[in-house]
């Protein structure tokens, strides 16, 4: 039975592995991190050795990413045992800390294990002086990441004492740099690579360096023990200092009682303002008190007499009380009251004016003891009706009792914070103080920074209350009397462990590194002499040792079956049984050259094997030198026969390959890759560009350097790709340059046909195929379709125009290409390719074409036949130092100059000329481009027309929908463009236009294509708007609608104002009735009316009474106000059809409409005079008027205007005659 053997999956131990690993990371972490905090120095969080930042590093060191989750672990739960340590809480702040810590240790162990991995490398010996000198010199730089990161976060956050960022950032540096010279080579020890050699320094590095540690540890515990209690001389003195001060402040209050006492025990009552002038001097000795009250004991059946005695002093003077959401209301009812009736100062305290103070349990209980002792009582703890939601304060009580003031009780109020405040302006920064009262453990002021850290108290005594002062020093105090002993005794200590376990990795490390050295040199020695053994008995290779006179000492296997002679005979024999005689001048030269250099070969010739057949041999040698003086020859024969019939076969196959090739129009080419001989074909010197030429033995480097720059690291590229393996063949494109000076693009492919025997690559073939037609119109058309896409996304013509001159200078790099155009924005002599052709009159596009190019690879020459234009772009060029080549005319569609694109070259250079095909096709692509920004521009104008325009603009399709609307009539409508576009453009009709107006409008819109008139459209609110406005069609080429555009502005304003101007033209301006023009239109109208009707109307002329008086009494202002009271009344006297007018003065006519007689007119006519006799009340006046009336009927009294005029007015005038405020109708002849 085969014993198995089982291994656990990986993918279930990686899990495992790597929890086991963050786990135990963490938590040495974070225990090594709180004893190395034993030795922190407050405040703060630096600690003078840190050594988790030694494990962080040594971890990151050793096993890279994978210590990111234990590191990060164990920072943030350690930082946040520390925050929690500060303040026993957790909070929002301690975690951002914890958390900003934690990753700037993270990025510190990670920076350094990289920093320590590149320089050192993994495993890490540390056997030599660079490696742990390296060390040494890279932990202070490694450190400066987490002090920098940790500092100046906490910082931010505000967890820094002010101005100890530096002291800060110094001691979590120095903390840093310590742990990582000490802990790097105890974790090393503990878990670090090569393990032989780790292990083996625990007791010689470990153990030394963690007795020279805990040496360390006592020595700093005991000189910091020295500093602590040195440094608490002080700040016992400053607290005794402040008990005593504030016993005898409080002391003060009570003496201060009692001198109020005695004001109200005088035989007089005491006023408000007695009370004011008395506590002003008190109130100045003693700033800290919030308040000075007296509150006076009322009966509950004197509360309403006593509120109101207050009231004149205090307005709405209450008797109050808080209720539970502390909102100050009427007190309730009790047998007695002690509202507070004086308190000063005022300014701050109005709030407990009127407060009863035995309405709160607390307070009640104060009074009714200090009435009882006779003496001060202090309040537990409370907040202050003057300031409910402020920190807690005390009253101190002291009853009054005398038979003039009456009963009642004076009291001080404090506030502990600004009793404290001003209390201690210069030693509050010093101490951190908790003061509690003692009888309800209730805390009244506690600005501790660690709620533990209590290292002073003492029991004040304030109005038969105890409170208990407690004090540490504060961190200002701890910064300002820090001692350097310690720091400075534990940094030299660590420093000194971290060099000692140097110098004992140094010795530990070289002594292993020779014991290795050592064993390595004989595992070497053996190993070599075991691989010359097996290389010599099992190498293909013939291996032969022979005397210098021929005679074979040593063979293997190899050998003998290249001879076939078994190895006995072989013995017997000499050189020359194997070796035929035609090679003896060959032996002879092989041998004279051993003697002189000391090997021969390599040389070809054959073996006489035992059968008599002739085997083909490659010989090497060398000449060796005995122990005793002798010389031997060691021989190494290789069998070629069957690479010599390989090379028959071959070259066979080449020359039916070289055929194949040629022809296909390929060149064929063969290279020596060891000589670097080269044979080109004739095809292949036509494929170069040099036609006519035969095939040719050369070299490569002659043609190497005919290739392009640029191409020559893609050759080698191409190469160095075939010999690793990366790709099947030898392929790359090139350019070459041409027996013309021309570059022609060529593809050259090729394989390896042979190698040496160690596999050294000694020739190729391959092949060169004539691509240059192709690559040049892949450049055209990848030049197109860089410009047509530029064009498309709204490129800026000079961009477009960079890009293509690039384009052309990638191709011809050694060329020069420059646009002359109407577009340029630059001047001559600028830096730019593109330049204005106004330094050049415009001869006509053939006279600025010409110059010399190749067309087609053919050099080819066209004078430029203006004089003007040739001297001016040679001058152009002569400024450039550049040399004409070819000027080509930029030409628009409709056969206009645009420009010329000139290509120039460096003579002192090169003789490279430009494709003039290639310039050609540029010159048609700028032309686009030119022409294609002006179009742009003309676009942008019109869009900037559509767009500011004050005028609305709207553009709908053939079948009135609204496809498209500027800002302005988004602005004139109401509407935005969302809201309309695709809405039928019915929508803005206010529907005031006739169906024989709107069919009158699409007939035009049909026959003529436009329309214009005004209209009344609907604004986005409901509000009807006139516009004038234009409609026209644009037609498709076949004359169909397909879009109509209207144009219209609101004349809203215009057409109110001019009705305002008619309006004021017919109407009375005072009265707003019709005038006399207006009068007669009407009159004419009706007058047409009855007679096509056959109907009756009547006119009346109206003129009041008694009116010039009230001119002259009263004034014009007061007439003209009864004026318009008359017409008023006369209006609601009439129907609406009916017309009243005011022809001048106090003369008014009627038009009524539609009366059959006198009688109905008589009737109307009454109406009016009933209404005008009664009293005008104008301002302070009422004025009594009255009116005579005379008629005239239509037909009766008579046919025509004139005649009812002059009939009326002779009416009214006989009604004034027969006494006034009369109604006549005319009674002479009838009418016609």
Not at 595 to 617: A, F, H, M, N, W
Not at 915 to 935: G, K, P, Y
Not at 1160 to 1181: C, M, T
């Given at each position: 039975m085969t014993p198995t053997l089982t291994v656990a999956s990986p993918s279930k131990q990686a899990p495992r592995h790597w929890l086991l690993t963050t786990l135990l990371l963490g938590a040495a972490y974070v225990v090594c991190g709180k004893l190395g905090l034993l030795l922190a120095i407050p405040p703060g969080y630096a600690s003078a050795i840190f050594p988790p930042a030694g494990i962080a590093v040594a971890a990151a060191f050793m096993i890279g990413r994978r210590a990111i989750p234990g590191v990060l672990l164990g920072s943030f739960i350690l930082n946040l045992w520390i925050a929690y340590d500060s303040s026993h809480q957790l909070s929002l702040l301690g975690g951002c800390a914890a958390l900003l810590i934690a990753v700037a240790s993270l990025l510190q162990a990670l920076l350094g294990g990289a920093l320590l991995r590149r320089v050192v490398g993994y495993p890490a010996a540390f056997d030599n002086l660079r490696d742990v000198l390296s060390f040494q010199l890279l932990s202070p730089l490694i450190c400066l990441t987490s002090a920098t990161l940790s500092v100046s976060s906490l910082q931010l956050l505000g967890l820094v004492v002010p101005g100890g960022f530096a002291l800060s950032w110094f001691m979590w540096w120095v903390g840093d740099t310590l742990g990582l010279l000490v802990l790097v080579p105890l974790t090393m020890v503990v878990a670090g690579a090569p393990r032989p050699l780790w292990r083996k320094r625990f007791g010689t590095v470990a153990v030394p360096m963690l007795f020279a540690f805990t040496l360390l540890v006592i020595l700093y515990v005991n000189v910091s023990h020295w500093e602590q209690a040195e440094s608490l001389v002080e700040f016992r003195l400053q607290s005794q200092r402040l008990a005593d001060t504030m016993q005898a402040r409080l002391d003060e209050q009570e003496s201060l009682l009692e001198q109020t006492k005695g004001l109200f025990a005088g035989d007089d009552r005491v006023t408000a303002e007695e009370f004011h002038q008395f506590t002003r001097q008190a109130l100045k000795r003693f700033p800290m008190i919030q308040a000075i009250e007296w509150a006076p004991r009322v009966e509950g059946g004197r509360r309403a007499q006593f509120e109101a005695e207050q009231r004149p002093r205090v307005p709405g003077f209450q008797v109050r009380e808080r209720d539970a959401a502390n909102v100050l209301q009427p007190a309730a009812r009790r047998a007695a009251h002690y509202p507070v009736t004086f308190v000063e100062p005022l300014a701050g305290n109005q709030p407990a004016l009127g407060f009863d103070i035995v309405s709160t349990p607390n307070r009640a209980a104060a009074v009714a003891k200090a009435i009882s002792s006779g003496r001060s009582v202090a309040t537990p703890p409370l907040h202050l009706v003057q300031a409910p939601s402020h920190p807690f304060g005390f009253l101190l009580l002291q009853a009054v009792s005398t038979e003039h003031t009456g009963n009642g009780i004076v009291l001080t109020a404090i506030r502990v914070d600004d009793f404290l405040a001003k209390l201690l302006p210069h030693d509050k920064a010093q101490l951190c103080i908790r003061l509690t009262d003692s009888g309800t453990g209730q805390v009244v002021h506690n600005n501790f920074v660690s709620p533990d850290k209590i290292v002073w108290q003492q029991q004040l005594a304030f109005g038969q209350r105890v409170l208990l002062l407690e004090t540490s020093p504060s961190p200002?105090?701890?910064?300002?009397?820090?001692?350097?002993?310690?720091?400075?005794?534990?940094?030299?200590?660590?420093?000194?462990?971290?060099?000692?376990?140097?110098?004992?990795?140094?010795?530990?490390?070289?002594?292993?590194?020779?014991?290795?050295?050592?064993?390595?040199?004989?595992?070497?020695?053996?190993?070599?002499?075991?691989?010359?053994?097996?290389?010599?008995?099992?190498?293909?290779?013939?291996?032969?040792?022979?005397?210098?006179?021929?005679?074979?000492?040593?063979?293997?296997?190899?050998?003998?079956?290249?001879?076939?002679?078994?190895?006995?005979?072989?013995?017997a024999l000499d050189y020359w049984t194997l070796t035929p005689r035609r090679y003896e001048a060959d032996e002879a030269a092989q041998?004279?050259?051993?003697?002189?250099?000391?090997?021969?070969?390599?040389?070809?010739?054959?073996?006489?094997?035992?059968?008599?057949?002739?085997?083909?041999?490659s010989l090497n040698g060398l000449l060796l030198n005995g122990r005793n003086g002798e010389k031997y020859i060691w021989s190494i024969v290789e069998d070629i026969t069957e690479r010599k019939q390989a090379e028959a076969t071959l070259r066979d196959s080449e020359e039916r390959w070289k055929f194949a090739l040629e022809g296909a129009g390929d060149g064929v080419w063969d290279w020596n890759l060891q000589t670097g001989e080269l044979y080109l074909t004739k095809r292949e010197m036509e494929v170069l560009g040099f036609e006519g030429e035969e095939a040719q033995w050369t070299h490569i480097d002659h043609w190497a350097d005919r290739q392009h720059l640029q191409d020559k690291v893609v050759r080698k590229l191409a190469f160095d790709n075939y010999l690793a393996g990366k790709a099947p063949v030898y392929s790359y494109e090139f350019r070459t340059r041409t027996r013309d000076g021309r570059w022609k693009w060529v593809l050259a492919r090729g394989i390896l046909v042979s190698h040496s025997a160690d596999g050294r690559?000694?020739?190729?073939?391959?092949?060169?195929?004539?691509?240059?037609?192709?690559?040049?119109?892949?450049?055209?058309?990848?030049?197109?379709?860089?410009?047509?896409?530029?064009?498309?996304?709204?490129?800026?013509?000079?961009?477009?125009?960079?890009?293509?001159?690039?384009?052309?200078?990638?191709?011809?790099?050694?060329?020069?290409?420059?646009?002359?155009?109407?577009?340029?924005?630059?001047?001559p002599g600028g830096q730019g390719r593109h330049l204005p052709m106004n330094w050049f009159d415009n001869p006509g596009l053939d006279k600025v074409r010409g110059g010399s190019a190749l067309l087609r690879g053919t050099p080819h020459e066209q004078p430029i036949t203006s004089s003007s234009y040739l001297r001016s772009l040679q001058a152009q060029a002569q400024s450039m130092r550049l040399e004409l080549c070819w000027s080509e005319p930029i030409v628009s569609g409709d056969a206009t100059l645009e420009g010329v694109l000139v290509s120039f070259r460096n003579p002192a250079e090169n003789h490279a000329?430009?494709?003039?095909?290639?310039?050609?096709?540029?010159?048609?692509?700028?032309?686009?481009?030119?022409?294609?920004?002006?179009?742009?521009?003309?676009?942008?104008?019109?869009?900037?027309?559509?767009?500011?325009?004050?005028?609305?603009?709207?553009?709908?399709?053939?079948?009135?929908?609204?496809?498209?609307?500027?800002?302005?009539?988004?602005?004139?409508?109401?509407?935005?463009?969302?809201?309309?576009?695709?809405?039928?453009?019915?929508?803005?009709?206010?529907?005031?236009?006739?169906?024989?107006?709107?069919?009158?409008?699409?007939?035009?819109?049909r026959e003529t294509g436009a329309w214009r008139g005004e209209f009344g459209i609907r604004r986005r609110d409901g509000a009807t708007l006139a516009v004038a406005l234009s409609v026209n069609s644009i037609l498709d080429e076949g004359g169909k609608v397909t879009r109509r555009v209207a144009v219209f502005s609101d004349i809203t304003a215009r057409k109110e104002a001019e009705q305002q101007i008619n309006h004021l033209a017919h109407h009375d301006l005072l009265t707003n009735l019709p005038n006399r023009a207006l009068f007669a239109d009407r009159l004419s109208q009706a007058l047409a009316l009855a007679r096509r009707n056959g109907g009756h109307f009547a006119l009346l002329y109206i003129d009041l009474d008694n009116f010039k008086p009230v001119n002259d009494n009263h004034g014009h202002g007061v007439g003209d106000r009864l004026l318009q009271a008359v017409a008023g009344r006369m209006l609601e006297c009439v129907r609406e059809t009916d017309t009243i007018a005011r022809i001048g003065?106090?003369?008014?006519?009627?038009?009524?409409?539609?009366?059959?007689?006198?009688?109905?007119?008589?009737?109307?006519?009454?109406?009016?005079?009933?209404?005008?006799?009664?009293?005008?009340?104008?301002?302070?006046?009422?004025?009594?008027?009255?009116?005579?009336?005379?008629?005239?009927?239509?037909?009766?009294?008579?046919?025509?205007?004139?005649?009812?005029?002059?009939?009326?007015?002779?009416?009214?005038?006989?009604?004034?005659?027969?006494?006034?405020?009369?109604?006549?109708?005319y009674r002479g002849p009838a009418a016609g």
């Open positions: 200002a105090y701890l910064a300002q009397h820090r001692g350097w002993q310690s720091p400075l005794v534990l940094a030299a200590g660590i420093l000194g462990t971290g060099l000692l376990g140097a110098f004992l990795m140094l010795g530990t490390g070289y002594t292993a590194r020779v014991e290795a050295q050592v064993e390595e040199k004989i595992a070497e020695l053996s190993e070599s002499s075991e691989k010359l053994t097996g290389l010599y008995q099992l190498s293909p290779l013939g291996i032969a040792l022979t005397d210098m006179g021929g005679r074979f000492i040593d063979f293997n296997e190899a050998f003998l079956r290249i001879c076939g002679y078994p190895e006995a005979e072989l013995r041998l004279a050259s051993l003697q002189r250099s000391g090997r021969y070969g390599p040389y070809e010739k054959e073996y006489l094997r035992k059968d008599g057949s002739l085997v083909q041999i690559p000694l020739r190729m073939i391959g092949t060169h195929t004539d691509i240059d037609e192709r690559k040049r119109q892949q450049a055209q058309d990848a030049r197109r379709s860089a410009v047509m896409e530029m064009l498309a996304r709204g490129g800026k013509l000079h961009d477009v125009l960079e890009t293509l001159i690039a384009s052309l200078e990638v191709e011809n790099d050694e060329l020069t290409f420059m646009v002359f155009s109407q577009e340029a924005g630059e001047q000329l430009p494709d003039l095909l290639q310039q050609q096709q540029a010159a048609n692509l700028l032309s686009i481009a030119i022409q294609h920004e002006r179009v742009e521009q003309q676009l942008q104008l019109a869009n900037s027309v559509y767009v500011t325009s004050s005028e609305a603009i709207v553009v709908t399709s053939e079948d009135n929908l609204i496809l498209a609307v500027n800002p302005a009539f988004e602005t004139i409508t109401g509407y935005s463009a969302f809201e309309v576009v695709g809405s039928n453009a019915s929508i803005l009709r206010a529907g005031q236009e006739s169906s024989d107006f709107l069919q009158a409008l699409w007939a035009s819109l003065g106090d003369e008014f006519v009627a038009i009524l409409s539609g009366v059959q007689g006198v009688d109905d007119a008589g009737h109307v006519a009454e109406k009016i005079r009933l209404a005008l006799g009664q009293p005008f009340e104008i301002g302070s006046h009422v004025l009594d008027i009255s009116s005579s009336i005379g008629g005239a009927v239509y037909p009766e009294q008579g046919t025509d205007e004139s005649q009812l005029m002059q009939h009326a007015d002779i009416a009214m005038y006989q009604a004034k005659n027969e006494g006034r405020n009369t109604i006549r109708f």
